[in-house]
């Protein structure tokens, strides 16, 4: 929630509004006094990193009366307040669209009382609200993620990583139970990145006996070895007979019916709170700056909106008619889509039923969730009835004979470890043709999945041109692309890149606070990625940066200069520090050694330097929830793809598979995850700096600037709500917007 008012204060000063802090909620705005305060740029600054609302926020009973809702009206004409940004849930986002609906009937009563006068009134006659998400539950239609549900998933994974140790030493079973009163999703998405045995979520009641089902399924486990189970139950989780499944009810049946060493935690408001995510600092900035926009677009006749993620495109949409579609337990179809391609993804991972042999490798740089891909790689291609085999330290390792058949108890445990378990390498297969031809009709294999980086690309590209000489490689092939760089042609986002903005964004936050005791002091912040400024860019924004330097978008001594003056005159601020990123590769000659030495050349006696170069820390640690999530999900859509396309391409006794279609990156565009042809991908790849022709992330280059206080332009189409470009530039106005 910080995250999006401080997006929403500086956006808002940006364009010349005055803007205000509403403290303590509706309670504030109806009590009124010093709750309602003015906000200055420096009002917000170290906020991004501090979970919770620095503004406060409660439950008002007043709000609900008339009454209240006037002396509200009041205190907001008072200061001639004319546009509302609402961060809440459905209940809050109502109450706010009922407050603009009674509006003239509000003042049309102030000014029959005499506390108002007819100028007021009529400079007052319109109030403007939009509304943004706040709930950890991901439970209001319209949108494809709420703000505070990715730092949830969070601080669940953290809990279940730390008690999987525990429970695998002493071979027991957890029973964890999870916020979600009416809404599965923390329970199941924490399931499927966990690796859980067995989830309860209101939406889907367990069919009648589900107790003798869970047992056979808990034992079945430890039979294979395993020592740990892990059951998560959402706490508004039921029955078929409406009966409530309690955390104690499923620890006490695992007990009498199995005798299983068994723990109950329940997790409560330790979901609520810590720092939050680098996802969730990124959404609400987004949607803070894009409020602000659809405050300055409305006129009398807009309705009420609420700004929405839609893909990696933020949106607005009708505030009730999203709150109608809650409240009326009607799911939006992509909504409804997304739980559900959750959850059959969980259940292809966790009940087993002409067999084709399938690879699966790693290949690039270690990225964390591929192990988790391999996982959900492995356990989907055997219950499609197909023999998995590991290829182990990439291409080298297959041109090598370093191949064996993986089973279903051999990936347990993947799911949370970061790294590469098979060993990953960046051989190109160009060289050994011969060779893996060889070990491709020695072990039979019939399809390929191939999870990296770049070098993955290159990989089934060159595998793909070389199907003219060998047959071998007339088989199915798909990539998941998964490298921290975010650099892979056909996806919007890798698997890893999450994680490495996570880590990036602590650090970030750590360097910060230890700044906190000195003042005037800038640091120099070098990251990895190669050619692509996305950790760079996304990082900064993330960690908020005064400064990115990225390849994708040169500068010289003249930008380097300005920067520096740029950080004098924030240190007569009240801000006396300053975070600068810079892209590993961004500019040859400007190395990081040298922007420090620039840095504290021109800064003397004005602000000191530190640089710091993150290396490979980005790389490691176990991997964020939505790693884990997206990598289960897209290796079981491409063990699902190879399937369908194994039995297209099986005639006369042998798999032959040579079009195009058949050698594809599965990637996630916008909120689709389509399969595209490597073939085609060829022409959108800037192959010499090994990235993407056009990125998506660098529209965010501009908001990033604006909420460092640099004088910039803003197109309102960036933000995926407008086709026409409109410019939105520092401006004199008498608006009013409170938060």
């Not at 803070?288 to 677009?297: D, K, N, R, S, Y």
Request: proline share 2%; with cysteine; hydrophobic share 40%.
């Amino acid at each position: 929630m910080n995250a999006a008012v401080r997006a929403a204060v500086r956006m808002g000063i940006y364009v010349g509004a005055k803007v205000y802090f509403i403290h303590e909620g509706y309670q504030g705005m109806v009590d009124g006094g010093d709750n309602i305060k003015e906000a200055k740029w420096e009002s917000v600054s170290s906020m991004l990193q501090v979970g919770g609302t620095v503004i406060g926020s409660a439950r008002c009973k007043d709000f609900r009366t008339h009454e209240g809702r006037l002396k509200a009206a009041h205190n907001l004409v008072q200061r001639d307040i004319t546009n509302l940004c609402v961060i809440g849930g459905d209940g809050s986002l109502t109450g706010a669209n009922l407050f603009r609906e009674e509006w003239s009937s509000l003042l049309e009563e102030l000014l029959q009382q005499g506390l108002i006068d007819e100028e007021a009134t009529q400079r007052n006659s319109e109030l403007h609200i939009v509304g943004m998400v706040g709930s950890i539950d991901n439970d209001f239609c319209g949108t494809d993620m709420t703000i505070g549900t990715d730092s949830a998933l969070h601080r669940i994974i953290e809990v279940v990583d730390a008690i999987m140790t525990t429970a695998q030493s002493h071979q027991r079973t957890f029973v964890l139970e999870v916020m979600g009163r009416h809404c599965g999703y923390l329970a199941l998405v924490s399931a499927l990145a966990c690796g859980a045995d067995w989830v309860f979520i209101p939406e889907m009641p367990p069919e009648d006996g589900w107790e003798d089902n869970m047992c056979q399924k808990l034992s079945e486990i430890r039979s294979r070895g395993s020592r740990l189970n892990i059951i998560i139950v959402a706490e508004g989780a039921t029955d078929r007979q409406g009966q409530h499944i309690t955390s104690d009810f499923v620890k006490d049946l695992v007990v009498r019916r199995l005798g299983f060493d068994t723990r109950v935690t329940i997790l409560g408001h330790v979901q609520r709170g810590g720092t939050p995510s680098a996802f969730d600092r990124i959404l609400a900035s987004r949607m803070g700056v894009e409020a602000v926009l659809a405050l300055l677009e409305a006129s009398a006749n807009t309705p009420a909106c609420v700004v929405s993620l839609v893909g990696n495109q933020a949106v607005r949409l009708p505030l009730m008619e999203c709150v109608q579609m809650v409240s009326m337990f009607v799911l939006e179809t992509d909504m409804r889509l997304s739980f559900e391609n959750n959850l059959s993804t969980y259940r292809l991972l966790s009940f087993r039923k002409s067999s084709f042999n399938v690879a699966v490798m790693n290949v690039g740089a270690p990225a964390a969730g591929m192990n988790a891909a391999v996982r959900s790689a492995v356990r989907v291609g055997i219950t499609e009835g197909h023999k998995m085999f590991a290829v182990n330290d990439g291409f080298e390792g297959f041109y090598k004979g370093q191949i064996k058949e993986i089973k279903w108890g051999d990936v347990g445990g993947w799911t949370g470890q970061g790294g590469s378990l098979l060993g990953t390498k960046r051989t190109l297969p160009g060289k050994h043709l011969d060779k893996i031809a060889e070990q491709m009709r020695i072990h039979n294999i019939n399809a390929l999945l191939v999870v990296g980086g770049f070098e993955a690309f290159e990989s089934i590209l060159q595998l793909y041109v070389a199907r003219a000489d060998y047959e071998e490689f007339c088989i199915p092939m798909c990539i998941l692309p998964a490298t921290i760089s975010n650099n892979v042609p056909g996806t919007d986002l890798s698997l890893g890149a999450d994680t490495s903005l996570n880590a990036i964004v602590e650090t970030c936050d750590r360097i910060k606070q230890s700044a906190s005791g000195t003042k005037r002091r800038v640091f120099i912040i070098e990251t990895m990625g190669g050619y692509c400024g996305y950790l760079a860019t996304v990082g900064g924004l993330a960690a908020g940066a005064d400064t990115v330097y990225i390849y994708e978008e040169p500068f010289d001594i003249r930008d380097l200069q300005a920067n520096v003056e740029h950080l004098t005159e924030k240190m007569k601020t009240s801000i006396q520090r300053g975070l600068v990123l810079r892209n590993e590769n961004c500019n040859e000659n400007f190395t990081t050694d040298f922007i420090y030495q620039l840095y504290s050349e021109e800064g003397r006696g004005v602000f000191d330097c530190r640089k710091n170069i993150l290396g490979h820390m980005q790389q490691g640690g176990a991997p964020s929830p939505f790693d884990r999530n997206f990598g289960t999900k897209i290796a079981a859509k491409a063990m699902q793809w190879i399937t369908r396309t194994l039995k297209e391409s099986y005639k006369g006794g042998r798999v032959f598979a040579n079009s195009e279609d058949t050698a594809c990156l599965l990637g996630m565009r916008r909120r689709s995850l389509v399969f595209q042809p490597v073939a085609q991908l060829r022409d959108e790849t800037d192959f010499v700096h090994r990235i993407p022709k056009e990125q998506w992330w660098l529209k965010l280059r501009p908001l990033m600037k604006i909420l460092a206080k640099y004088k910039t332009s803003y197109d309102v189409s960036d933000s995926g709500q407008l086709e026409h470009v409109t410019r939105v530039r520092p401006k004199d106005s008498n608006t009013s917007t409170a938060i």
